[in-house]
């Protein structure tokens, strides 16, 4: 078991890079899994409205649940292994209780055969799911595989057909899932996309809506799913009722090719949009829009912009909008700048990051993976390192990723820029 072990410490790549939810912490032990809600893998549908479970950007390679953390990340003998993060004890553990694994094949609760994939959970977060390509000849087309909190009871919910694949955003409630699949008419080879509804219990699937390729599944609003169109430069953000299929525009906007300055920033929270409009001195006015009520009033009438093409929201915790620009008007990559700020999502105010390091000649921001009531989990650096990866058809390459450094931070201290750090805890991974 050692030199898996070993290994694994050195591919522990993109170990805390998503959005965490804010739950309470409780006591748990930290050398063993934790324990499923359900011994018979049943899904307790009392619990969880509809919400967002993923970032709007789509699933990635790690969750956050009430207890700690799930990373999907690339074992070194090929396939993938689920790890868990403990935010009571900071420690990090393999999702496995079985004595002497290996990790490295089926028998293992926290391996799957493919080589990078998604993760996420349900609404009442008490189930845990994820999405990849099956080596089985019969199972190479993407699939969700639903599990307990602790790997136990896996079995496939949702297998898409061999030319779909699964994008945007998931929102769940506590009965179904709600994703969009995206795939190519064989006759006309036209770009489609459709919203499904797939029962948590049966796996049963239907098709509540059709998008068209650059629509988007981006967000949730009270019982209602909230869907961005876009075609020619156009956007239209409406709300769509799952259980009826009524949907009603919200906000709509153009944007001009030819002047990427005045063009708008719209990020959306719980029942606001946040609205970047740009003014004619590098400065733009912060909107915030209800979304159900349409009222709105601006929150900063003069933040620093460079220009929605430099902009990203990173997400929104604490009541604060944290947002990425990069000030490139000299067109000289020698003399590009990076900025981080920190809004409040209530007054307006709005302060600049200084929590960096370093890697090279370059310097990055230190940025929220997961987060607890009272602390964030950071990446506060990152080490490059070669690993052995499984590509769909079998074989296997070898590809450098950048491992991140994992660390805790009150929140006080990331809001006040101060960098005290605590290490995540790595010790039961070699004992």
């Excluded at 900063?300 to 000030?327: E, K, M, N």
Aim: proline share 5%; with cysteine; glycine share 8%.
């Amino acid at each position: 078991m050692k030199p898996f072990i070993i290994a694994l410490l050195v591919c522990m790549m993109f170990f805390f890079t998503g959005c965490g939810q804010k739950d309470s912490i409780s006591d748990i032990n930290s050398t063993a899994p934790p324990a499923p809600f359900s011994s018979s893998g049943v899904i307790d549908t009392e619990t969880g409205g509809l919400i967002l479970v993923t970032s709007p950007y789509g699933a990635f390679d790690e969750t956050s649940g009430k207890d700690g953390f799930y990373k999907l990340y690339p074992n070194p003998k090929g396939g993938c292994n689920i790890l868990y993060a403990d935010y009571a004890t900071h420690s990090a553990i393999v999702l496995c209780n079985r004595p002497d694994c290996l990790h490295q094949d089926a028998e293992c609760p926290s391996w799957f055969p493919f080589g990078t994939g998604s993760i996420f959970l349900n609404a009442a977060q008490n189930t845990l799911f994820c999405i990849g390509n099956a080596d089985a000849e019969a199972q190479r087309a993407e699939t969700i595989w639903r599990m307990d909190l602790n790997g136990a009871n896996r079995r496939i919910l949702y297998q898409c057909a061999a030319h779909e694949r699964i994008t945007d955003a998931i929102a769940s409630d506590s009965s179904f899932l709600y994703f969009s699949v995206s795939s190519v008419n064989s006759a006309t080879a036209a770009a489609e996309k459709r919203l499904l509804q797939v029962d948590l219990q049966t796996g049963e699937s239907k098709q509540i809506h059709t998008l068209g390729p650059s629509d988007w599944l981006t967000g949730v609003c009270g019982e209602r799913l909230i869907l961005l169109y876009s075609q020619n430069m156009q956007y239209r953000y409406t709300l769509f009722s799952p259980s009826d299929g009524t949907e009603t525009e919200v906000f709509s906007f153009e944007s001009d090719p030819d002047k990427p300055e005045s063009s708008l920033k719209v990020s959306q929270n719980g029942g606001f949009l946040y609205v970047f409009s740009p003014n004619q001195d590098a400065t733009s006015q912060l909107l915030k829009i209800d979304i159900l009520s349409g009222e709105s009033a601006i929150l900063c009438d003069s933040f620093p912009w460079y220009g929605a093409g430099t902009a990203f929201v990173q997400g929104f915790y604490d009541h604060r909008l944290i947002i990425d620009q990069s000030d490139t008007r000299e067109n000289d990559p020698a003399k590009v700048r990076h900025y981080r700020y920190y809004i409040d999502c209530e007054t307006g105010s709005y302060t600049e990051s200084s929590l960096t390091y370093s890697q090279g000649a370059l310097t990055s921001f230190v940025t929220i993976a997961a987060e607890s009531p009272d602390f964030f989990v950071v990446s506060k650096g990152v080490q490059s390192t070669p690993i052995i990866l499984t590509s769909n058809d079998g074989s296997t390459y070898e590809a450098t990723f950048g491992v991140p450094e994992y660390a805790f931070i009150s929140k006080a201290d990331y809001w006040s820029n101060t960098p005290n750090y605590q290490d995540l805890d790595y010790g039961n991974l070699i004992s």
